[in-house]
Each structure stands twice: as C-alpha cells, then as structure tokens.
C-alpha cells in the first residue's frame, strides 16, 4: 500500500474545503482554523475559543485600564 506524502494530503483537504466554502457561500469555524493553519504554515492549530478567550481579556484590561486613568 503507497502512503501519500502528507503535503499532498493537506494541499487536497485545503482544496475541497474551499471548494466546499464556494458551494455553500459559507464557512464553520473549523474550516477557517484550517484554512488560516495551512496559510500560516503554522503546525499549531488555533481554535477560535481561544482566539475569543484572548479578545475578551485584552479587551477587560483596556476597559479597567481606561477607567483607572482617563
């Protein structure tokens, strides 16, 4: 049994979730933490709870900073 290498295997999973996102004129989150993992070549995949978790304390520390000095 030939092993395709894995380069091939995720060019062609990027491939058919875009064509999948062109279908359905829409995109769920985890296709979008794929889609920004292989444009980024980052081995990390970034789930979009965190990236929400991180907004959400960055914003918390704007607020109580803005209402400790301004």
Not at 7 to 13: E, L, P, S, W
Not at 19 to 30: C, E, F, L, M, S
Not at 54 to 64: M, S
């Amino acid at each position: 049994m030939m092993m395709q290498k894995n380069a091939d295997t995720t060019t062609d999973i990027v491939n058919n979730v875009k064509n999948a996102i062109n279908t359905r004129k829409y995109a769920h989150a985890d296709e979008i933490s794929l889609l920004w993992q292989h444009a980024m070549k980052s081995p990390y995949m970034i789930s979009w709870g965190h990236v929400m978790l991180i907004a959400l304390i960055v914003a918390a520390i704007i607020t109580v900073i803005s209402t400790l000095f301004f």
